[in-house]
């Protein structure tokens, strides 16, 4: 499975962004899939994952009420909706993939992602 990120950029806090992860050579809809982001000089940290069929999700608490994970299974697309950013937000944002055959709904550690892709720099400035 092949993951590209897109949508990143440079805004102004309280700005919105959406980026998107297009999905190639697998079955899309049978991976679990998530955002992660890392900014610099820190970890990577977990951002948002989202089930097979999209209907579970869960988000950081960093990020929760202001950002939206959704997929679209028919186009193997997978979206992250920012709005209301901060400059704390800043990062490079990766799209990641579970296996197919991996057992449960969401995942929200580095180490159940098999597929990443390239990753995406968000900048926010005040």
């Known amino acids: 499975v092949q993951l590209q990120a897109s949508g990143g950029g440079s805004v102004q806090a309280g700005d919105s962004l959406r980026l998107s992860c297009a999905a190639s050579?697998?079955?899309?809809?049978?991976?679990?899939v998530g955002w992660f982001r890392q900014a610099p000089g820190k970890e990577r940290e977990f951002v948002a994952t989202?089930?097979?069929?999209?209907?579970?999700?869960y988000y950081a608490d960093s990020v929760k009420g202001r950002f939206t994970a959704s997929r679209d299974n028919a186009e193997n697309i997978l979206y992250l909706r920012m709005n209301s950013l901060k400059p704390g937000d800043t990062a490079v944002y990766y799209c990641a993939a579970t296996r197919p055959t991996v057992t449960g709904a969401t995942f929200m550690k580095m180490e159940d992602y098999y597929y990443w892709g390239q990753g995406t720099q968000v900048t926010v400035s005040s």
């Open positions: 050579g697998g079955t899309f809809s049978t991976y679990a």
């Open positions: 989202i089930s097979r069929a999209g209907t579970v999700k």
